[in-house]
């Protein structure tokens, strides 16, 4: 059973930074490609980045490129998104999630945390 715990989150102001961590157990992280997503208010879920498995690939969406960076400890089964520069419209509630986006696992909610709040004003 995929269990994936966020934190990290908080209030922070625009163009300041925030890391999100995310414990995993109950499948092999090393061998998954893992995922963060995440849901403004009133609005669908938006793929943000994933890293692949077992090799250094990462991908991002167009709107964090160059300011969000996806890592991860294999040894410590844990999933990071350091988020930089963060905008108001960053403000969403984020969600590690298992699997790469072509796969659409991440868009799953079996495959998802119960998310961590992140909120940028001044």
């Known amino acids: 059973q995929v269990q994936l715990v966020e934190s990290g989150g908080g209030l922070v102001q625009p163009g300041g930074s925030l890391r999100l961590s995310c414990a995993a157990s109950g499948f092999p992280f090393s061998n998954s490609a893992m995922s963060w997503v995440r849901q403004a208010p009133g609005k669908g879920l938006e793929w943000v980045s994933e890293m692949l498995r077992g090799s250094s690939i990462k991908n991002y969406a167009d709107s964090v490129k160059g300011r969000f960076t996806i890592s991860r400890d294999n040894a410590k089964n844990t999933l990071y998104l350091q988020m930089n520069s963060l905008r108001p419209e960053d403000t969403a509630v984020y969600y590690c999630?298992?699997?790469?986006?072509?796969?659409?696992?991440?868009?799953?909610?079996?495959?998802r945390g119960q998310g961590t709040q992140v909120t940028v004003s001044a």
């Open positions: 999630a298992k699997g790469s986006k072509l796969s659409g696992e991440p868009f799953s909610r079996a495959n």
